[in-house]
């Protein structure tokens, strides 16, 4: 069974920054694009970054683009997530996803990860 493991999430300060790292098992998981998605108390899970399964083509909410950046490395079954300048409405559990092609909809990824918090204090 492929899995899907996100880790780096805790609390910092507004403009500070986190790294998350979603680890991934399985062959399979190496040839899908793979995306980032957040979803805060009593909102839609939403789309913050996705990438290409070669790590070429990269796609970004407009809420985090300038700011958040996705990257992956293949030989490592690894896809991180940079942020910086952290705000408050970042606040989130954070989540990692793969499918078979590029997508920005929650709905189009079958496997996920189980979360990770990223609490941004004021």
């Known amino acids: 069974q492929v899995q899907l493991v996100e880790s780096g999430g805790g609390l910092v300060q507004a403009g500070g920054s986190l790294r998350l790292s979603c680890a991934a098992s399985g062959r399979t998981v190496k040839s899908y694009a793979m995306g980032w998605f957040r979803q805060a108390p009593g909102k839609d899970r939403e789309f913050v970054a996705a990438i290409s399964w070669a790590g070429i083509t990269t796609q970004y909410a407009d809420s985090v683009k300038g700011r958040f950046t996705i990257s992956r490395d293949n030989a490592k079954n690894t896809m991180w997530l940079q942020m910086n300048n952290l705000q408050a409405e970042d606040t989130a559990v954070y989540y990692c996803?793969?499918?078979?092609?590029?997508?920005?909809?929650?709905?189009?990824?079958?496997?996920w990860g189980q979360g990770t918090q990223v609490t941004v204090s004021s």
């Open positions: 996803a793969a499918r078979y092609g590029l997508s920005q909809a929650p709905d189009d990824y079958g496997l």
